[in-house]
């Protein structure tokens, strides 16, 4: 499974939550560790659940309330878990007026879903960022953490087609 | 621990090393460049080298931001003073078999161009020509001198006072006087300071910050550093975009690099001096350039703004003095330092002094970045150094500063580029990006689309920004949709009105600026749109709608 | 030993004597304890300047902007409630560029949510409608925004109806601050900020909440209300407010 859930029982065998707890710990467990800690949860499980949001504020002694709050004001962060693909649209100024728009309404009505949302097998995930710095090769399209410049609807969509297909 | 003469000599012997090689290739490996490829040329080149066994005679370096993201990936030669464009993996042997002949003509990208000849480095000095991960390279560049001299050889009030003279102001976007602001927290009581740098750059369109910490980041480091000896803290952090991977990863690197000779953390130089820097990665929230909501972010909570006073110089991290400059402001630091303030503040116009990097995207020939000095003319860095505007179209505004800034028509081409200019015209500078739009772009789109930036980024804490931000859009969107009626630019502007005046922090008070900047400029656009309910340059989704219909 | 509270505070006052400003507002000479606000010292001088996330007893957040004032040779407005003034400093509570704007961000307050009085339990006793006649407001001309907000009452005693609620957080402060449990925060961010009981969960589900209701009381409209109130019925009592604040610097002596 690409995306396990982060299972409560486990969170001192798991490398991956040695990492997380490794964090706390090189913050001495304090409340500024929180941003810190949910950059590696998100980094090692794709997404934060809610599971992992109640150990981290047990950890740092917080309000849950708090670290929700905080896991919900950053879009950095998501809640819900990724598809097997991620499909990032730049929709920074110089993407936008470089045709940004055009390659994002196609993608929707292609994969038939809208901006952080999956496709129903769970092959894409759709997002959106503002600006990633690429504004000389306006429009950029992030795929699977790899920036490309110069894109058109055509090539994001031979892109994501290969994606679609490539276990069928 | 370290002295003047280790690291001379650790520079010397970097420069001797490579002087040594005959030839020396260097790939652009910064964020542009390396979308296009540039990692695998490199490894071709590499390949290439040892191939042949010229390992002794050529090195291949990768290198930071070559300028010219438009023409990625592009490679440069040394000490020859060639430039490749556009190089594929295929081209490696081609380059190599020309080493010491003459320059392959159908790759070479002419370095007399005025994109080129028209810059002025200091923030980019570095840039394309030391290893962005290697602190000797840095050094071989007097890298680390400027520390050693304020920490040295000169009191921290007169570090202070050569940056007040400098006359450097805050890159970030306001350009509040650096100088003022580091008295300021050099003066604030108390044994516990923090410096911090704003590596937050969520301008879209802004790229500069986050190509000078992926070509040189010790430049920032080391300007960071000589701001805590000047103010007195020991405490440093770095606040940089989680969506700078790259980023992320060299500044890493530095630091650990740094602090391994000695130049950064404990007992610098041989004193008592030290300075721990940490990274802090941002996440996604425009509002974290902000300093109070800055702060929040580091402290590990929703990155809102607090009223100011008290100002963070006084009251910042956990209470403490605080002093925040931008990335950019940092990396003129040490040049400050090591050649004298009064050498900065003869370069620039009125008081704006020293130079300016600017992000050029948009529909211009040359999208990359510059460094020029304040005052150059837009005309100058559009149609020299931009080489114009793509297939040669009509040019119709720019857009500096950002969702804070304005777009400004053809009248101000010849407009000096100053903070006191572009405030005057309504725009700012913003932290650099200019964006060029040509009779294409719809100016109410563009308001609408900057508009919808601050709104979904506005952290709602205050009522005019979250509420008001939102009734703008709506009724911009209206309006591009053919819905809009003559009253709506009334509302328009009485909204803008409000927001403007009342709201908390900067992003609120400047979120207005693109919508009352092109209504002032381009009010006949926005007339067409609410009365005849057309879009003059089709942009809108109105003639979208007319043309399905069709 | 601590020496008795009352030599202490004199004590105190020796060291760091308490500096005393004098300015104006709206021309009258004031003065004021150095730490005051400009908001305090109007309301001990009787003159009125309208607040809402502003509430006694709890920390300040200068978020509403209603009680914005002016200050003479500044451009700024300046929020009352977080604002010290400083000697000689002019303010000006009722121009009438204040008073215009006042008006307005409180229209915008009125369009983000759904106020209808005529149906509400707290009519007639609700800070925001008082708010709309203290500032004579008679209609918004405003499109309504009007979104489409849940009512959870999953709580055995009161319950939270999005629709009112004008994002003051007092019930945030008021948790966190006087009963010490923040089981009340805020989650995402701008128009789509929205309050929360620990993880997003159903009030009535939350671990951390004691059920003191000291939200419910704080609350200036009827977003937090007792449960089986019928219309203009809700009635919020909070005088236990200055009484705990009161109560804590007594501990702390």
Not at chain 2, 279 to 288: I, K, M
Not at chain 2, 417 to 440: N, T
Not at chain 2, 450 to 476: D, H, W
Not at chain 3, 219 to 234: H, I
């Amino acid at each position: 499974m690409a995306n396990p859930s982060p299972v409560k029982s486990e969170k001192s065998e798991d490398r991956r939550w040695r990492l997380v707890n490794r964090t706390m710990r090189m913050h001495g467990g304090r409340p500024d560790a929180l941003i810190e800690t949910l950059h590696v949860i998100q980094e090692s499980f794709g997404y934060l659940d809610l599971d992992a949001l109640k150990y981290v504020a047990q950890s740092l002694r917080l309000p849950l309330s708090r670290v929700y709050g905080v896991a919900t004001f950053y879009h950095f962060f998501s809640l819900k878990p990724p598809g097997e693909h991620t499909c990032v649209v730049c929709t920074g100024t110089a993407c936008y007026i470089a045709g940004s728009s055009a390659i994002l309404k196609q993608v929707r009505e292609d994969l038939g879903i809208s901006e952080n949302q999956t496709t129903p097998d769970n092959k894409v995930s759709l997002l959106t960022a503002r600006c990633m710095g690429s504004c000389g090769l306006a429009p950029a399209v992030v795929f699977d953490g790899e920036v490309k410049g110069k894109m058109t609807p055509a090539s994001v969509m031979a892109q994501l087609g290969r994606w679609r297909h490539d276990d069928d | 621990m370290m002295t003047i003469e280790e690291l001379q000599d650790i520079g010397r012997l970097e420069k001797e090393k490579q002087e040594g090689f005959r030839h020396r290739i260097h790939v652009c490996v910064a964020a542009g460049c390396l979308s296009c490829q540039s990692g695998l040329v490199k490894d071709a080149l590499e390949k290439e080298v040892s191939r042949r066994g010229l390992e002794s005679w050529c090195q291949v370096k990768g290198v930071g931001c070559l300028g010219l993201c438009s023409a990625g990936p592009l490679v440069s030669i040394e000490p020859d003073g060639v430039l490749y464009k556009g190089v594929e993996v295929s081209d490696a042997s081609d380059i190599l078999e020309s080493l010491g002949g003459s320059p392959i003509s159908r790759l070479e990208c002419s370095l007399e161009q005025p994109f080129f000849r028209k810059r002025e480095k200091i923030v980019l000095e570095n840039c394309g020509k030391i290893d962005p991960e290697s602190v000797e390279d840095y050094i071989s560049e007097n890298g680390y001198e400027a520390l050693y001299t304020a920490l040295r050889l000169m009191t921290p009030n007169e570090v202070v006072d050569q940056v007040v003279r400098s006359g450097l102001r805050g890159r970030g976007g306001a350009g509040f006087p650096t100088g003022l602001k580091w008295t300021t927290v050099a003066k604030a009581g108390g044994s516990i300071k923090f410096v911090v740098c704003n590596a937050d750059e969520g301008d879209p369109g802004a790229f500069m910050d986050r190509s000078v910490l992926e070509s040189d980041p010790h430049r920032v480091l080391e300007g960071m550093a000589i701001a805590a000896v000047a103010v007195g803290a020991s405490y440093g952090f770095i606040y940089l975009r989680a969506e700078y991977p790259l980023a992320v990863k060299r500044i890493r690197t530095a630091i650990a690099r740094a602090e391994r000779l000695g130049v950064i953390g404990h007992n610098i130089f041989n004193t008592t001096f030290s300075f721990d820097v940490k990274v802090r990665l941002g996440a996604g929230a425009f509002v974290c350039g902000e300093e109070t909501a800055l702060l929040a972010s580091i402290e590990g909570r929703r990155g809102s703004p607090r009223p100011r006073p008290p100002y963070p110089a006084e009251h910042g991290l956990w209470g403490y003095p605080t002093l925040i400059n931008n990335v950019e402001t940092f990396a003129n630091i040490a040049p400050i330092i090591r050649k004298g303030g009064d050498w900065f503040a003869s370069i620039g116009v009125g008081k704006s002094k020293g130079t300016k990097v600017f992000a050029l995207a948009g529909h211009v020939k040359n999208t990359g970045l510059i460094e020029v000095p304040m005052g150059t003319s837009l005309r100058v860095i559009i149609y020299e150094i931009g080489g114009g505007i793509q297939g040669d179209r009509r040019f119709k505004a720019v857009q500096s500063g950002g969702p804070s800034g304005g777009c400004l028509p053809e009248r101000f081409l010849d407009m000096s580029m100053d903070y006191e200019s572009l405030a005057q015209a309504g725009s700012i500078m913003g932290s650099g990006g200019l964006i060029i739009m040509d009779e294409s772009s719809c100016m109410v789109d563009v308001a609408r689309f900057f508009v919808e930036f601050c709104m979904t980024e506005s952290c709602g804490k205050c009522a005019p920004c979250r509420i008001g931000t939102a009734q703008i859009y709506n009724t911009l969107k209206k309006i591009t949709e053919g819905e809009g009626k003559p009253s709506d630019l009334e509302l328009l502007d009485e909204l803008c009105d409000l927001v403007k005046n009342t709201s908390l922090c900067g992003l609120g008070q400047t979120a207005p600026n693109p919508v009352l900047s092109t209504m002032k400029y381009f009010l006949n656009e926005y007339k067409a749109h609410t009365d005849d309910h057309t879009c003059p340059s089709c942009a809108c989704r109105m003639n979208n709608h007319a043309e399905e219909q069709k | 030993m601590r020496p008795p509270a009352f030599l202490q505070t004199a004590l105190e006052r020796d060291v760091h004597p308490v500096k005393v400003v004098t300015f104006k507002i709206d021309d009258r000479d004031v003065t004021a304890r150095e730490d005051e606000t400009i908001l305090t010292v109007a309301r001990q001088n009787g003159i009125f300047i309208p607040t809402l996330c502003h509430l006694e007893g709890l920390s300040e957040r200068g978020a509403c902007r209603l009680c914005l004032v002016e200050i003479k040779n500044s451009p700024r407005l300046a929020p009352a409630c977080v604002t010290i003034p400083r000697q000689d400093m002019e303010v000006i509570t009722n121009s009438e560029r204040v008073q215009n704007y006042r008006k307005r961000i409180l229209e915008l307050i009125l369009t983000e949510r759904n106020h209808v009085c005529s149906v509400c339990v707290s009519n007639g006793r609700c800070d925001l409608q008082q708010l709309t006649v203290d500032l004579g407001i008679t209609h918004v001309h405003y499109d309504y925004l009007y979104p489409k907000h849940e009512i959870d009452a999953t709580h055995e005693r009161f319950s939270i109806d999005h629709n009112r609620c004008v994002l003051c957080l007092r019930c945030v402060r008021v948790c966190d601050e006087i009963e010490g449990a923040h089981t009340w925060d805020i989650m995402s961010r701008g128009i789509l900020s929205r309050v929360i009981t620990d993880l997003n969960q159903p009030w009535g589900s939350s671990e951390t909440c004691t059920g003191c209701g000291k939200c419910v009381h704080v609350c200036p409209t009827a977003a937090l209300t007792e449960k089986g109130k019928s219309v203009a019925e809700m009635t919020k009592k909070r005088q236990f407010l200055p009484y705990l604040e009161m109560m804590r610097k007594e501990e702390l002596r």
